[in-house]
């Protein structure tokens, strides 16, 4: 699944015709480049590592985790995507813990990948299911929330219409461009989107480099 370039098209016409403040933003950012990721079993494990830590200690975590996940591979003789959810399980939780996964996010990745082998969460074929009944269906893995599930619809299966409304990020754009007093609530959030709707997930993605913008 991939963000087709007649669909992003057609997402900022209307987004720059519907709110002209999200119009502004447009202009100054310029061109839509998020590309999907086909790694969805990796997008997920990703998630739950950077969840709550700053970007950096987040970066570094994944890259020794798949450094390890390569050596242990390699001496396995096994080929193949550097996340998958035996090579997970290959891991104790201990082993995952001395990568410096908290022993909380190691139990998230490793109940992940157990679904996944379970046939419980099929990643293959996931993307055959709406919005709602994907969400319901990470959400029943431990340490995958609602956002979590939203940021896979948005980066990993490319779905035009998704609003996270928890994102603190978003909701800092958004108190920031529309003059809000404080972060604004779901039901205010859910107002302010509604035009641009069916594109929130390209809104969303133009509020957070707007704050980009802003740091410059």
């Known amino acids: 699944?991939?963000?087709?370039?007649?669909?992003?098209?057609?997402?900022?016409?209307?987004?720059?015709?519907?709110?002209?403040?999200?119009g502004a933003i447009i202009k100054s950012v310029g061109p839509f480049t998020t590309k999907a990721r086909r790694d969805r079993f990796g997008t997920?494990?990703?998630?739950?590592?950077?969840?709550?830590?700053a970007t950096a200690a987040a970066?570094?975590?994944?890259?020794?985790?798949?450094?390890?996940?390569?050596?242990?591979?390699?001496t396995a003789r096994k080929r193949g995507q550097p996340y998958c959810p035996k090579t997970i399980l290959d891991f104790s939780v201990d082993e995952l813990r001395e990568i410096g996964l908290?022993?909380?996010?190691?139990?998230?990745?490793?109940?992940?990948?157990?679904?996944?082998?379970?046939?419980?969460?099929?990643?293959?074929?996931?993307?055959?299911?709406?919005?709602?009944?994907i969400i319901e269906s990470l959400t029943q893995v431990k340490g995958i929330g609602?956002?979590?599930?939203?940021?896979?619809?948005?980066?990993?299966?490319?779905r035009l219409d998704v609003l996270p409304v928890d994102d603190l990020g978003v909701r800092t754009a958004v108190k920031n461009v529309y003059g809000l007093g404080d972060l604004p609530a779901k039901s205010e959030m859910e107002e302010i989107a509604e035009p641009w709707r069916p594109y929130a997930s390209i809104a969303s993605w133009y509020m957070w480099r707007s704050l980009e913008l802003d740091e410059n």
Do not use: C
């Open 59 to 74: 970066e570094a975590i994944k890259s020794r985790l798949e450094t390890a996940i390569e050596d242990n591979r390699k």
């Open 146 to 158: 609602r956002w979590t599930a939203q940021m896979f619809l948005i980066f990993s299966l490319a």
């Open 1 to 22: 699944m991939s963000f087709s370039a007649q669909h992003v098209k057609a997402a900022r016409l209307h987004l720059r015709k519907s709110d002209p403040k999200l």
């Open 44 to 53: 997920l494990v990703r998630s739950i590592v950077s969840q709550q830590i």
């Open 102 to 133: 908290s022993r909380q996010k190691a139990t998230y990745v490793q109940s992940l990948a157990q679904h996944v082998v379970d046939g419980d969460v099929d990643l293959a074929e996931i993307h055959k299911l709406d919005d709602e009944t």
